[in-house]
Nanobody, 125 residues
């Protein structure tokens, strides 16, 4: 069982930055693919970014490529999402998730086994 707790959300202006964190419980964090997803009101939850268990592989949605950076610290059981040059369309509830399959690394939502409760990001123009 893995419990995930996100933090770091908030309200920023267009062009600003936020750093999200996701702290995981359990001793097997380093074996999980970790992903970030987001859900805006009235929209489906969408893939944002994913990182491999060792941290040497990352993938991003086209909409955030070049602006967001995912990283992890397996010693601290934490995954991060650095978000720069934020746009109003980035506003959403952001969720971290843990999975173990290649489908999870592909960013397929239903491949993830565990989800956090989400953290709100608001971007004002």
């Amino acid at each position: 069982q893995v419990q995930l707790v996100e933090s770091g959300g908030g309200s920023v202006q267009t062009g600003g930055s936020l750093r999200l964190s996701c702290a995981a419980s359990g001793r097997t964090f380093s074996s999980y693919v970790m992903g970030w997803f987001r859900q805006a009101p009235g929209k489906e939850r969408e893939f944002v970014s994913v990182i491999s268990p060792s941290g040497d592989g990352t993938r991003y949605a086209d909409s955030v490529k070049g602006r967001f950076t995912i990283s992890r610290d397996n010693g601290k059981n934490t995954v991060y999402l650095q978000m720069d040059s934020l746009k109003p369309e980035d506003a959403a509830v952001y969720y971290c998730a843990a999975g173990t399959s290649m489908r999870a690394y592909a960013g397929i939502r239903n491949a993830y086994d565990y989800w956090g409760q989400g953290t709100q990001v608001t971007v004002s123009s």
